[in-house]
């Protein structure tokens, strides 16, 4: 099976012409509205790591053909099946489950990603991309393949609120996808000759805003005893958009730890951007740069990692395979500018926290990470 990557967007998708055929692209304009449905594309591994720019990832996405599935569908699906003979989310949950089957034993995972605020459509992608040089291609990490959500955002900072205003409902409909998430597996495997278990894990990962999204997600599904399931590995939430009482127990992402093995909070007082929300856009203060505001009432099984003081330059050499691999990901001695001067992106371009994130997804013990101090309780703070 071609190796690739999935796309979960509820963008405008519409009919355009490109070279003498007729091909689905999301909608060029400015216009950005949360749709109430969700369309899937994929874009192939190779086609990612050869584009050159966002307009040849763009040409290497394919959004695979819409249907309406019914429960039933995927109690019939044969687990031998060629998805590419199947629609929608048949043909995705089919993939990712063969390829999940497939993948060698130390590789295989998947990476639900929700990114944050100002990404359009060629950020996403570009994003999209960083992911995977990160993530996927370094043997260390278990991730084997992405699915991205890529809600409208409009890509521009000065449409902060607008954005807001998108990622609600778009958390929303996340819990429908979910759902037929849920659906598939219990119909695929609950049948009495059901498909052997391919013992890998769905991570979640969601970044500033994208926090909002998830936490929308949250309200959108807690409620619902039958949606419980703890079909999730590691849930990192990074440099968290949210209010800092969004783990507390009368809010709807404190439950998360029922969905998942652990949570991890990653956050940094130095984050500017998180700081700007805070001083002009919301009451609260962020999660993603204080923390959560009293560790006593976060769930269990929930770890808080601060990677505030982290050195502009890159720390020498641990001697440690994560870390090695981090910095031969990332090449450069020095942290980019854009980095050090806000620290928004530590996941993608810091390498004690790239590191971090490859212990976590591998489902170490804290007691293993070599570069985090214990502070007491569930706090941990990387050292340089």
């Excluded at 304009?29 to 949360?34: G, K, P, S, T």
């Excluded at 039933?72 to 998805?83: G, K, L, V």
């Excluded at 590691?234 to 439950?255: G, I, N, Q, S």
Aim: glycine share 4%; net charge negative; proline share 6%.
């Amino acid at each position: 099976m071609d190796r690739q990557h999935w796309i979960v967007t509820n963008r405008e998708v519409v009919e355009v012409e490109d070279e003498g055929r007729r091909v689905e692209r999301v909608t060029p304009d400015h216009r950005r509205e949360a749709l109430p449905t969700f369309r899937i594309a994929t874009v192939g591994h190779a086609a990612l790591t050869g584009a050159k720019n966002a307009s040849d990832i763009e040409r290497a996405v394919t959004f695979i053909p819409d249907q309406f599935v019914e429960e039933s569908d995927y109690a019939e699906i044969d687990e031998h099946a060629d998805p590419t003979e199947l629609a929608a989310s048949r043909r995705l949950f089919l993939s990712l489950y063969q390829r999940m089957c497939e993948a060698p034993k130390e590789k295989g995972d998947t990476l639900f990603f929700i990114h944050g605020f100002d990404y359009d459509w060629p950020a996403a992608l570009t994003h999209l991309r960083k992911l995977h040089d990160r993530y996927v291609e370094p043997e260390e990490s278990p991730v084997d393949q992405i699915v991205y959500f890529t809600w409208p955002s409009h890509g521009s900072q000065r449409r902060y609120k607008k954005d807001q205003e998108i990622a609600q409902p778009s958390g929303m409909l996340l819990g429908r996808f979910f759902a037929k998430t849920l659906k598939f597996y219990e119909a695929f495997f609950g049948r009495p000759d059901h498909p052997e278990f391919c013992d890998k894990r769905i991570h979640l990962c969601a970044h500033s805003m994208g926090n909002q999204v998830l936490q929308e997600f949250m309200r959108a599904i807690y409620e619902y005893e039958f949606l419980r399931r703890p079909i999730l590995g590691e849930t990192l939430l990074l440099h968290a958009d949210a209010d800092w009482t969004a783990l507390e127990p009368d809010k709807p992402m404190y439950c998360l730890h029922e969905y998942a093995e652990r949570i991890h909070v990653y956050n940094n007082m130095s984050d500017d951007a998180l700081g700007i929300s805070e001083r002009t856009k919301n009451r609260e203060k962020r999660l993603g740069r204080h923390g959560p505001r009293d560790l006593r009432k976060i769930p269990p099984r929930t770890i808080v990692v601060d990677t505030t003081d982290l050195p502009a330059r890159n720390a020498d050499e641990l001697d440690d395979e994560f870390f090695t691999a981090a910095r031969r990901i990332l090449g450069a001695d020095w942290v980019p500018t854009r980095e050090r001067v806000i620290d928004h992106w530590g996941y993608l371009h810091r390498p004690e926290v790239v590191a971090d994130i490859y212990r976590v997804l591998r489902g170490k013990s804290s007691s293993e990470f070599k570069n985090r101090e214990h502070k007491g309780g569930p706090l941990y703070k990387l050292r340089p």
